[in-house]
């Protein structure tokens, strides 16, 4: 019996205990300048969540130009517990919870990228959306939050929240201590052409020939192939008016090669000759989907294209080895899939990526954990080893863009992995 009314006493002040801190982390957060706060239920287990709103300049450097509030999410363990921020490469409408944030019981800060989702300013000038300024943005919610938290701080994103990860580095090296990009491409040129070279070499010879033929035989059969796509289109509600369907449909078949090892597709499952028009069509969708070129497709990603375009680089298709079946895109040029309005069309300026490859080239990148996927497309634009700096590279052998985690390493991997994070945190991982 009085094991029973001391566990209750326990649980009673423990109880007391979290809604204590809740309420003292509510007022920690309200005090904060410029910050809106909305309590969100957890339905994952992973502390309290909120939902912030913070008040960001357009232009860090003049606030005369205005200001829009940026969405982030805080998961809330404890104050004697690291902080992960994520570093979004686009929108985030739910929190989810990282497996690195998991890995160090950490609190978790989710910032959602500029110009995307509810982070957008009311006057979309797109001049001000470029990494200085994406960077600038997680500077201040680091600042703001580093009173909330004052343990060590790391950053990680996947994709392009990846390489934003490594941007926001290289303008901020002194915010976080461990970096840990995922599978993030930084590009040297505005068209990258290390891709070519992996998309050249990546899997055995007979499934690249095998790529090739798919590609010239549905490429063969348009004729038969378009009508079927019109009646899809209506049926999936999709339009094509910053392409046309014929050339959406060129673009899916020229993109296949690239989203065929970006997620790890089975080269088994290529349909041969043989193999009915319908069932080959079905498969390419699946792989590489006409609506990816559809209006609603670029107006969400619109501006990811236009950071691209101008500053952040990104890759075209080779459409000349198909010169003889193509007939609504250029084949003197590889055609970027690129699509924004006139009035973004702004010149492509290669100084940071430069100055970025230069650095991570250098002796000053430390303590940055790089995963890529051995068979994503992406890894052909991944960060080169260097053994000038005291930083460690993943590239995990069979695993894709979508599956290239901590979770899928090696026990060798995974340790390594660990004892690299204690020797940076100075902190021990369980």
Not at 155 to 172: E, L, N, W
Not at 189 to 210: N, Q, V, W
Not at 260 to 273: E, K, L, M, N, V
């Amino acid at each position: 019996m009085q094991r029973i009314i001391l566990s209750g006493l326990f649980l009673v002040l423990n109880l007391a205990l979290l809604q204590s801190q809740t309420s003292d982390l509510r007022a920690r957060l309200l005090n904060l300048p410029g910050v809106r706060i909305q309590t969100i239920t957890p339905d994952t287990g992973d502390g309290d969540v909120y939902e912030l709103m913070v008040r960001q300049p357009v232009d860090h450097t003049d606030t005369l130009k205005g200001f829009f509030h940026q969405k982030v999410f805080l998961n809330h363990v404890g104050y004697d517990r690291p902080a992960v921020i994520i570093t979004e490469g686009y929108n985030r409408n739910r929190p989810r919870t990282y497996e690195l944030t998991k890995l160090l019981n950490a609190n978790q800060v989710q910032v959602e990228h500029r110009y995307f989702g509810k982070s957008m300013p009311d006057s979309l000038n797109y001049r001000y959306l470029n990494l200085r300024q994406a960077t600038a943005d997680l500077h201040h919610v680091r600042e703001l939050l580093g009173e909330v938290y004052p343990q060590k701080w790391i950053s990680t994103g996947i994709s392009k929240g990846g390489a934003t990860t490594i941007f926001y580095r290289y303008f901020y090296p002194d915010d976080v201590t461990v970096s840990v990009p995922y599978v993030a491409p930084i590009n040297r040129a505005y068209e990258e052409p290390r891709l070519y070279t992996f998309l050249d070499t990546i899997g055995s010879d007979a499934c690249r020939a095998d790529i090739k033929a798919f590609q010239r035989r549905i490429l063969s059969e348009r004729e038969e192939i378009l009508p079927l796509l019109t009646f899809y289109s209506l049926g999936a509600r999709t339009k094509y008016t910053y392409v046309s369907m014929e050339e959406a449909f060129e673009y899916a078949v020229l993109e296949y090669p690239f989203s065929f090892w970006q997620y790890g597709q089975d080269c088994g499952s290529i349909p041969d000759a043989e193999a009915p028009l319908h069932e080959a069509l079905i498969y390419l969708l699946e792989v590489s989907g006409i609506d990816f070129f559809s209006d609603a497709s670029v107006d969400q990603y619109v501006p990811h294209y236009y950071q691209s375009a101008t500053e952040m680089g990104y890759y075209g298709y080779r459409s000349g080895e198909f010169k003889d079946l193509i007939k609504a895109l250029p084949t003197d040029r590889n055609p970027m899939a690129l699509f924004f309005p006139s009035e973004m069309n702004d010149a492509f300026n290669g100084q940071l990526i430069k100055d970025v490859n230069k650095w991570l080239d250098g002796k000053k990148a430390n303590r940055i954990a790089y995963i890529y996927g051995g068979i994503d497309t992406w890894t052909g634009s991944a960060v080169p080893e260097n053994d000038r700096v005291d930083s460690e590279w993943f590239v995990l052998n069979g695993k894709h863009h979508g599956n290239a985690r901590i979770k899928s390493m090696t026990e060798a991997e995974r340790t390594r992995f660990v004892k690299a994070l204690e020797r940076w945190l100075q902190m021990e991982i369980d």
